[in-house]
C-alpha cells in the first residue's frame, strides 16, 4: 500500500476566516470548512492559516480546531474524541478518505495505522508507545514501531493579516493577476526556494486595492476569462491548487 509523501517544499493557503461570516447555522459551517478540508488534503497542503478577520473569529477558530481534529482521525479512534457541540453535524462531512483512514477486514502488510492508548483498530491492544505502527505480518498482526514519512494531513494556525504579508513566498489569486501558465517557470523557481503560500481574497473583495500596486507582482489569476461574476473563496482554492498541482508536479 502506498501513503503519499509530503512535499519536499511547503505548500500552503492562507483563507480568511470572513468566509465563515455569510453562514447561518453550525450545519452551514461544517460543510463549508469539510469542502475546504476534502480540497486542501486532496493536494497535499501542509497548512491553511487563518487570517482572523472576522467578528466571530474566537468561536470559528474553536469550531474549525475540533471538526479538523475530529476529521483527521482514523475511524477507530473516533471513540475517543468527548463529545461537543461543535461536532453535532460532523455525519454530514464528505469522508477525507486519508490513506490510513482505509480500513481491511482482515490487516494487510504496508498498513499505517494511528493509535491511542495501544488501540490501533486491531482484535488486541499493542504494547506501543508510538503513535503509529507498520503492519508487517497479516496472518500474526506483526508490526513495527513507525514514525515515518508520509502525508498526514493538513494542520491549522491562526493569524494576524500582518504576519502572512511579511512571508517571502506569498503568492495571491487574483483576477487581476498573471497568468499562472505563462509564470509556470517563476512560480516553480518560487517554491523551489521557499515553498508558496497562496492567499485567497476575503468575501468582500477588493484585496489587491486594499493592498497597493506593490502586491500586483504577487498576484495570479487561476480562472481565465471566468464565466460568473464572483468565485466563491473556497472555488478560488480548489481552482488554484488544482493548476498549481500540475505546475509544481
Known sequence: MM?????YKPLNVALFLSIFDIENSLLEITLKLSFILRVTNTFRVNKIYWITDSVNSAKLEKIIKDITKYALLPPYLKKYV???RNLKKVGLMSPLAIPYHLIFKQVVEGEI??????????????????KSILITDSLKVGYIDYSGFYYSGVKNEFVDFNKILNFDNLII?????KNPLKAKEELANLYSKYGLTLLIGPPAGNLLQRLGKQYLDKSYNFV????????RAEEAL????????????
Do not use: C
Open 3 to 7: 501513503f503519499p509523501f509530503p512535499r
Open 113 to 130: 495505522r494511528l493509535g491511542f492508548k495501544g488501540d490501533f483498530g486491531l482484535k488486541k491492544r499493542i504494547n506501543s508507545s508510538s
Open 173 to 177: 489569486a487574483s483576477r487581476n493577476g
Open 82 to 84: 468527548p463529545i461537543s
Open 238 to 249: 480548489a481552482y488554484s491548487l488544482s493548476i498549481l498541482n500540475l505546475l509544481l508536479s
Open 224 to 231: 481565465i476569462k471566468q464565466g460568473v461574476l464572483d468565485i
